[in-house]
């Protein structure tokens, strides 16, 4: 990428040259409109974290060998942000401290002792990484999971929860509607006790699906949240056993799944990496 700056303004423009952007325009001619196509290189990159079809091989204009390029068709749930990139982690060292600490409170947590665990500090630090590393090589026999929060999400009503059950069942959105239904139908029958009256409101939630209602809650919101809510903390605790949640980004959490992390402290662990400004 070269970047000139002017003179006058101090403006800056970037440009992009080099074989890449010259292979990116031959396969944008061969593929479908509508499609996102990519190269073999791109698709051994992410394949974990979408789905392709073969896209055949092409010869392009300027390159001496063969292309295979590869269609993206949907995105795959993935519960971890580093779980995808397992395969070329390196062996993590230092942090002893705090992984001492992370030890302890996950000791703690086995005893029935429920605490809130907080990784503060600037983004890239290592925040995440030290929570993966926990639950690989500590978390054995302890149940366990991951809830995201996201900037764009952190007005949308119980959004961390509903995005880790959206993942559970295997939903992309993505997917045509019809399937996200069967799919978010399918999960809630398997938690129907912890849903119980509100499963077709979760059921709308999962699927992201505008056009289900549950006429139970037409006439109040408040009500219908709350219920939502118990639903979402019998999911997360079913039983008397320990627990670890780790709430990523949580400086970015909508108020109301707060309320849930509120009632929740005193039952499990939270581990809970965020940024210190907000957090």
């Not at 290592?126 to 978390?139: A, P, Q």
């Not at 029958?189 to 979760?202: I, L």
């Not at 037409?218 to 780790?246: C, E, G, H, K, M």
């Not at 709430?247 to 581990?271: C, G, K, T, Y």
Request: glycine share 6%.
């Amino acid at each position: 990428v070269l970047s000139a700056v002017s003179e006058l303004d101090q403006s800056s423009a970037n440009l992009a040259i080099g074989p890449p952007v010259h292979l990116a325009s031959r396969i944008q001619t061969a593929a479908k409109p509508g499609s996102v196509y990519v190269d073999a290189t791109t698709h051994e990159l992410a394949k974990t974290n979408f789905t392709f079809d073969d896209g055949g091989t092409h010869q392009f204009k300027g390159f001496t060998e063969p292309i295979q390029t590869w269609e993206v068709v949907a995105e795959l749930p993935i519960s971890l942000r580093f779980e995808e990139r397992r395969e070329r982690l390196l062996p993590y060292v230092g942090r002893s401290r705090e992984r001492k600490i992370l030890s302890e409170s996950l000791e703690l947590a086995k005893s029935g002792t429920g605490l809130t665990v907080l990784i503060s500090g600037e983004a890239g630090i290592g925040k995440s990484r030290l929570v993966y590393d926990l639950i690989e090589n500590r978390c054995q026999g302890l149940a366990h999971r991951t809830f995201q929060c996201l900037q764009d999400h952190e007005n949308e009503p119980l959004h961390p929860w509903v995005v880790q059950m959206r993942h559970q069942a295997g939903i992309s959105l993505s997917e045509r509607v019809d399937d996200r239904r069967r799919k978010a139908a399918e999960f809630c029958q398997q938690h129907s006790a912890e849903f119980g009256s509100v499963s077709q409101s979760m059921r709308s939630l999962i699927s992201r699906d505008a056009e289900e209602t549950d006429p139970q809650f037409d006439w109040n919101a408040t009500y219908r949240l709350d219920a939502l809510q118990s639903a979402i903390i019998r999911y997360i605790f079913p039983d008397d056993s320990a627990r670890l949640i780790v709430i990523e980004d949580i400086h970015w959490m909508d108020p109301s799944s707060f309320a849930i992390v509120n009632l929740l402290v005193p039952r499990v662990v939270f581990i809970l990496p965020g940024h210190h400004a907000h957090a």
